[in-house]
């Protein structure tokens, strides 16, 4: 028997309120964009935290972000550089429904969701599998030479100096005379 009736709109939100995790990951499902749906022969996936999304509607509309958090309690999604300004001047990350998004790149670093969408590791690239591209590889193999301090005085030597005197001001010489 299913927990919920198509028919009723109340069973709907009542189902929505009380679903375990399990049940709310299924239902955050996000559609892939044309390209993933034609190479993984699937139209929805459960969205993951590191999946690149491209936003459909709001006042963000058309920026491609990455998943920084998902929070099933709200069914929402917070994306990496999507925020609001509070009162206060601060920055507030903005959370999005899962409905206004499009998954656009996936993360397959986990080996379990690779299975899931049957992908085999010879048809990944290093990107898809979490490893740092080629280019930034490179540039972390190679760091680039470091200043050396420029030279000045010792510890030892700033130690032994003894602190220039102060020059008394006129109005406490006047004060000593009697």
């Known amino acids: 028997m299913s927990s919920s009736s198509p028919h009723s709109p109340r069973r709907q939100r009542k189902a929505l309120y009380n679903d375990p995790t399990f049940r709310r990951r299924r239902r955050m499902a996000v559609p892939l964009s044309r390209e993933l749906r034609a190479r993984f022969h699937r139209r929805s996936v459960p969205l ?3 999946d ?18 998902i929070v099933r309690r709200d069914y929402s999604v917070v994306l990496d550089n999507v925020t609001l300004k509070t009162g206060e001047e601060k920055l507030k990350p903005l959370p999005i429904r899962p ?4 998954i656009t790149r ?11 969408l049957r992908v085999s590791d ?32 010792s510890a030892d030597e700033t130690a032994d100096e003894k602190p220039p005197e102060r020059a008394k001001s006129p109005t406490t010489e006047e004060d000593d005379e009697p």
Do not use: I, M
Not at 99 to 102: A, D, M, N, R, Y
Not at 108 to 116: I, K, P, Q, S, V
């Open 48 to 50: 993951r935290k590191g």
């Open 52 to 69: 690149t999304v491209r936003v459909l509607s709001g006042s963000f509309e058309g920026r491609e972000e990455r998943v920084q958090r």
């Open 99 to 102: 409905g206004h998004l499009v």
């Open 106 to 116: 996936l993360n397959l670093a986990d080996a379990w969701r690779r299975r899931t």
């Open 122 to 153: 010879e048809e990944l690239t290093p990107e898809e599998r979490g490893e740092p591209a080629e280019e930034e590889a490179v540039s972390e193999a190679t760091p680039p030479p470091a200043e050396l301090p420029e030279p000045g005085p």
